[in-house]
C-alpha cells in the first residue's frame, strides 16, 4: 500500500495470475505480444515499466536456465546455451499496457 504525500489517497498494486491470459514467452511467440504477467491496481494505473538489473529468469527451449539475467541494456541480453550448443539472447525488448477485466 502507498499513501500519496499530503493526502489521504492511497493505491497498491499486486501481481496475480490470471488463467488462460498470462504465460510463458517462447520462441514460437517471436515477435508477437504475450501476456507474461498481471497486476491488480487499485487507486492506480501503470504507464510505464523499466527493466532491471537483475531478477529476471531465461529458460532456454534446451532446458538450460540462466539466472538474475540483466535486461536494463537497450542493445539486450546475449549468452550461450551449452546444452543446445547454440546462443541465446533476449533483444529489442517492448512492452505495454492493457487492461483486462475479469467476467
Known amino acids: 500500500m502507498f499513501s500519496w504525500p499530503d ?3 492511497q493505491c497498491s498494486v499486486s ?3 490470471v488463467k488462460r491470459v ?3 514467452y517462447s ?3 517471436s515477435a ?3 501476456p507474461l504477467v498481471a497486476f491488480d491496481c487499485r487507486g492506480c494505473e501503470p504507464v510505464a515499466w523499466y ?4 531478477g529476471f529468469i531465461v529458460k532456454a527451449e534446451s532446458g538450460a536456465v540462466f539466472e538474475e539475467v ?3 541494456d537497450a542493445d539486450g541480453w546475449t549468452d550461450y546455451d551449452d546444452q543446445a550448443n547454440q ?3 533476449v533483444m529489442a525488448l517492448e512492452h505495454k499496457f492493457t487492461v483486462h477485466r475479469e467476467k
Do not use: C, Q, Y
Request: glycine letters at 8%; hydrophobic letters at 30%; aromatic letters at 4%.
Open 7 to 9: 493526502t489521504r489517497k
Open 51 to 54: 527493466p532491471g538489473d537483475d
Open 32 to 34: 508477437s505480444f504475450v
Open 27 to 29: 520462441a514460437a511467440d
Open 70 to 72: 540483466d535486461l536494463s
Open 15 to 17: 501481481v496475480v495470475d
Open 22 to 24: 498470462t504465460r510463458n
Open 87 to 89: 546462443g541465446v539472447s
